[in-house]
């Protein structure tokens, strides 16, 4: 993730839920982003490095975020140079607490094999 703090999510940081407040500068918290009409619900969670692991969520009130969307959000918390990835697991590992909900992550200290460019 970018170092913190990191002031391009800072103007988005909602701390208007007090169970939900995160500090100035820190990358973890919840956001809310308005982008070409769409308001975008995130939630970085600092959770998720107890096990290896940066996580963003992405969601809206009545559809999943679009790629352009969620290309823009990995920019916002993530550097270029980073590969972040969105899982499509086994159907027994799904768990769909929130409709319209998108994740991305990344496995701290691990790069990711891809296709060769030619493939994608």
Known sequence: MRNEPNLRVEK???NSNPNMKSSYGVNWGWFTIIRLGARL???SSGV???YG???VSVSLYNRCPTWDEMAFIKNLFWREDETVI??????SRY???MPFCLHLWRRIGQEYELPPDECV
């Open 48 to 50: 998720g490095e107890d």
């Open 41 to 43: 619900r995130v939630m």
């Open 53 to 55: 692991w940066e996580h």
């Open 12 to 14: 988005f940081r909602d």
């Open 86 to 91: 969105q899982f499509h697991p086994k159907k």
């Open 95 to 97: 768990k769909n607490e």
